[in-house]
Nanobody, 123 residues
């Protein structure tokens, strides 16, 4: 059974940091690109960051460049999102997703999704 389980969300003050975790199981993690997406209340889901299956390539949405870092550990089947200098506009439910042999910014192209973890940044 395919599972992506996010954790690490919470409430943090503006300027603070959080690390999100996404634990994968039930599929060959090492050949899947991984992405993080987020959805704020009343808004559409948006791309945040992605990483290739080897971890050698990463891509970020402009508003998080220099603040967020995506990484992965294929041995642990886990992908991470380190978030620094958080802003109130980063408040959203964050989802991880897996895409076979590719990665990108379009959510519809991802094969598997987690249930999400809430991140709230207070001003």
């Amino acid at each position: 059974q395919v599972q992506l389980v996010e954790s690490g969300g919470g409430l943090v003050q503006a300027g603070g940091s959080l690390t999100l975790y996404c634990a994968a199981s039930g599929f060959n993690f090492g050949i899947y690109g991984m992405g993080w997406f987020r959805q704020a209340p009343g808004k559409e889901r948006e791309f945040v960051a992605a990483i290739s299956w080897s971890g050698g390539n990463t891509y970020y949405e402009d508003s998080v460049k220099g603040r967020f870092t995506i990484s992965r550990d294929n041995a642990l089947k886990t992908v991470y999102l380190q978030m620094n200098s958080l802003k109130p506009e980063d408040t959203a439910v964050y989802y991880c997703a897996a895409r076979r042999r590719s990665y990108g910014t379009t959510g519809a192209e991802y094969d598997y999704w987690g249930q999400g973890t809430q991140v709230t940044v207070s001003s």
